[in-house]
């Protein structure tokens, strides 16, 4: 297995075992989450080689991205010696356990109604002395004491010494942890943080400008990104599109306030399905508003970007079409994918 910075992973695959648990048992982490087929997370590309594909949802791997040699590597089964593209950099292959953390609540902030800004502060410990570090657009699976399940979420921040983790949250209804954030949930509460974990983040690619699609708290890791950018200045030119469903689901504002007030080159585009009176916001979805673009660029004969997508799986196949239809090369649209299971 061979990342996006050349380096080689190697595992070897017992009779009936998954590529994601041999590589395991040999010491390599790969970025999954769900490990039963129907998330996504653990996407990849088989290079050569014989393999069997086994059951698993059409939303995190369509037919004719199987068809291509996509594959799940937690239905990935070896029939003889295989060489296969992992979409990320070998800093993303975890080496050991994943790291397991007390935090503190330190806010809940609700946003909309239902929508909650949850900002946790990791306990101080001999490891690491509380410090958060992870990259931008990664992951970390909460649970609440006393549970067994948890609940996976992007990070919104950016790693810092004050060992702050910021998520932005969408309420499930009957969700296990939607409930408990929505009724329970209170500053001085104890979480445990189980990462960072997860592939997706900022690839370099040279100055190719970057336009960042979101739905809902899909735009969590893309926060992430865009703040990292702007903190180490980065050149690329930076749009968002953020796809809500009216003006009152409309959130982060300050966030991206902040953003454009240290990024020269930043844009947003607001998008809302239902009808909405603010001059500033775009009638439609955030998919909508980038095929648009995508074609006037065409027509200019001016640089296509980097697309980096984070919402249902739905939204991130259609991006993925509009994106073929303009000429833009699969492997520039880099993706996170999330499942109603894994953040409610």
């Not at 996976?152 to 009957?174: C, H, K, V």
Request: glycine fraction near 12%; hydrophobic fraction near 40%; charged fraction near 25%.
């Amino acid at each position: 297995m061979t990342t996006l910075d050349g380096e080689v992973v190697e595992a070897t695959a017992a009779e009936g075992q998954s590529v994601l648990d041999a590589a395991a048992d040999a010491g390599h982490l790969l970025p999954a989450l769900c490990r039963k087929g129907t998330c996504g997370a653990c996407v990849a590309t088989v290079v050569d080689g014989e393999y069997t594909l086994g059951d698993h949802g059409e939303l995190a791997l369509s037919p004719e991205r199987a068809a291509s040699g996509g594959a799940l590597l937690c239905r990935t089964y070896a029939g003889g010696p295989l060489t296969i593209s992992l979409p990320y950099e070998r800093s993303r292959v975890l080496t050991g356990a994943i790291s397991v953390h007390s935090a503190t609540v330190a806010a809940v902030d609700r946003c909309t109604h239902d929508v909650v800004r949850l900002l946790l502060r990791l306990d101080v410990d001999a490891e690491d002395g509380g410090t958060a570090e992870f990259e931008p657009g990664q992951f970390a699976q909460l649970r609440i004491p006393g549970e067994e399940e948890t609940r996976a979420y992007s990070y919104s921040n950016t790693p810092n010494w004050d060992g702050e983790l910021e998520f932005y949250i969408r309420l499930r209804e009957g969700g296990h942890f939607s409930t408990w954030l929505d009724r329970t949930a209170k500053t001085g509460d104890t979480l445990t943080v189980h990462g960072p974990q997860g592939a997706f983040g900022l690839v370099e690619t040279g100055p190719r400008p970057r336009w960042f699609v979101a739905g809902g708290t899909g735009v969590s890791p893309l926060f992430s990104m865009a703040r990292r950018m702007a903190e180490f200045q980065e050149p690329h030119p930076l749009r968002l599109y953020l796809g809500v469903g009216g003006e009152a689901d409309i959130f982060g504002e300050d966030v991206l306030a902040e953003i454009g007030g240290e990024l020269p080159d930043f844009s947003v585009q607001l998008c809302v399905s239902r009808p909405c009176e603010r001059a500033d916001v775009r009638a439609g979805s955030p998919v909508a508003a980038l095929a648009e673009d995508l074609e006037a660029l065409r027509k200019q004969h001016g640089e296509l970007p980097d697309l980096y997508v984070c919402g249902p799986p739905g939204m991130i196949e259609a991006v993925e079409k509009v994106a073929q239809e303009a000429g833009l090369p699969i492997e520039r649209v880099l993706s996170e994918k999330f499942s109603v299971s894994a953040t409610a």
